[in-house]
Each structure stands twice: as C-alpha cells, then as structure tokens.
C-alpha cells in the first residue's frame, strides 16, 4: 500500500447553492445551505485513503466543534491524525459559492491553518517513511517550503498542486517532482494561456506536469518524454469543489502502484468525476470500489 503523507489545510466548507453567484454588491437568494468538512490538504488525504493508500496528516484544525468534525472526517475515511495538531483559535472555513452549472467561488480564512508555519519535532520522520509528500499552498509557504525540503532530503516523490494560485517562494519547485496544476494555475505560474504551452514553460522548473482541464480531461508533460492528453468521463457535474484534490489523490494512490501515467490519469479522472456528481467535497470522495467499476 502506497504511504502517503498529506502536510497541507483542513477547513470547514460553508456552502450557499445559488442559481447563479452574486456580482460584488448584489444579494441573491439561494436554495441551501451545508456546512462541508473540505480545505486542500484534507481534501487530498481522503482522497487519497479512500483510493486505497496509507495516508498520514500534517496540519491544524481549531479548538472548535468544526475541528472535532475535521478530525473525526479524515479518522472516518482511514487517514491517521496523530501528526495533525488542536490549535488556539477557530478552525479554517472556507465559504463557498455554488452556481446551478456546478462551478464554484470560495474565499478561504486560514485560521488554524494559519499556525502551521513549520515543521515540528516527529513530522519529518514520518516525511522520510513515505513514498510521496503532497503538498498545496492553503498553508503558510514556510510550511510547504519546509516540508517540500525535507522530502528532497530523504528522497520522498514531493507532488505539489500550486492551489490557490499565488506567487511561488524561489526554491519551491526546485523541490518539486510533480507538478498538478489546474489550466488557470498553470496560466498564473507562467502567464500562458495554453495548457500545452504553459505545460512546456514550466518543464523548465520542475521535471512533470499534469494539467487538470476539467470536463476536457487532463495533459501530462514530463522532460524525459512526449505530452499525453487523457479525456475525462462525460458526467453531469452538481458540484466541483474539491475535484481537482480527489484527482490528485486518486493519481498518487495509482502511480504508487506502478500504473503508467496515462492509465494513472484515466483512474483519477474516473475518481474526479464520481467527485462532481456529488455535492460537497470530502461528502463526495469515492472510494476505491466506486472508481474501480
Ligand atoms: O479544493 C477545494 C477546497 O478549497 C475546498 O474544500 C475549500 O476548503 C478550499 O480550501
């Protein structure tokens, strides 16, 4: 079983569905309301351990009662949690957006996220007894940049996803392996709009790259070889948060397996779309029997 180390956010979703998102200094009236157990790196590990890896969790939840869930939400789908700290404060809650189409807005306030600023004594070892370290940028860079650096050290696979979007600190992707950016982040790295382009552009940083598409599938570039477009499942999406994490998960579970890249792909497009049909973010995580069929 692939072992997996997730060091990145957890916050509660606070999701309004609408028809359509409001224009800044308009109200609309929406349809419901849900509060989510979601945030990127949470996100990745349940991805990741319900697609059959062996997930462990570096990160903070608050001392509220949507900590208890965050916690409780990853224990549930198999994630171990000993290496995630309670801290002073709130919890991270991201408030989301989501349109009749599917798509999303979210603003995201860090909270506890906010106090993982490094690593602490016993998180390395368990960085060093991995086969990969993902990494997102919803925590303080000093964290990613540290984590990223001690994988390097031990020679972990460090696979980051560049989300939200935001300028890099020098030196991150010099530790980086895999890079799985969405078409937009892709395009803020490197300021191209063509998934092929940008793909090319940034293989002067890292040595692989996969862009996820979205409906339009997903295209892996890598230094030592061609560039592969691999289509996703045509679905009726009702929800897109957290797709892009559960693809992510999905595609580490497999290649820590030995799948080529493109069967990889396929395997975790199939996971994302499973993902959009279903509301929510971690509510709507397959699990390795649903992705499979
Ligand atoms: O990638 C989706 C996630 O982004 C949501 O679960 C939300 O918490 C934001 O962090």
């Known amino acids: 079983m692939t072992g997996i ?43 990741a351990a319900r697609a059959g890896g062996r997930v462990a969790m570096i990160g903070a939840v608050g001392e509220d009662e949507f900590g208890e869930r965050l916690r409780h939400t990853l224990t549930a789908s198999g994630v171990d949690t000993d290496l995630l700290r309670t801290a002073e404060g709130p919890s991270g809650t991201a408030h989301v957006v989501v349109d009749d189409e599917g798509g999303n807005a ?23 007894a ?24 031990h020679g972990v696979r460090t696979v980051l996803t560049p989300a939200p979007a935001q300028p890099l600190p020098p030196g991150l992707l010099a530790t980086v392996d895999l890079l799985v950016p969405n078409e937009h982040e892709a395009a803020t790295l490197t300021g191209i709009a063509d998934a092929h382009a940008s793909a090319q552009a940034l293989l002067r940083q890292v040595p692989e790259v ?25 679905v009726e999406a009702v929800d897109t948060t957290g797709a892009g994490d559960t693809f992510v998960g999905a595609l580490v ?8 890249m493109p069967e990889a792909m396929r395997w975790a497009s199939a996971a994302a779309a499973l993902c959009v049909q279903r509301p929510g973010a971690s509510t709507s995580m397959p699990y390795r029997t649903e992705i499979e069929a």
Do not use: C, W
Request: aromatic share 2%.
């Open 130 to 153: 991995a086969d990969a370290l993902l990494l997102q940028l919803e925590l303080p860079l000093s964290a990613v940049l540290a984590g990223a650096e001690a994988a390097r050290r």
């Open 5 to 47: 180390v997730v060091l990145g956010s957890t916050n509660m979703d606070l999701v309004a569905y609408v028809a359509r998102a409001p224009k800044l200094g308009e109200t609309v009236t929406g349809r419901e309301f849900r509060t989510v157990p979601g945030g990127k790196g949470a996100n990745q590990a349940v991805a």
């Open 210 to 234: 996969v862009i996820t598409l979205g409906a339009a599938g997903s295209l892996h570039a890598a230094r030592d070889a061609g560039t592969v477009r691999v289509p996703a499942p045509r």
């Open 106 to 128: 979210i603003v995201v306030i860090p909270g506890a996220n906010g106090t993982v600023t490094r690593l602490v004594p016993g998180d390395e070892t368990v960085i060093a």
């Open 253 to 260: 579970v497999a290649l820590g397996e030995g799948r080529p």
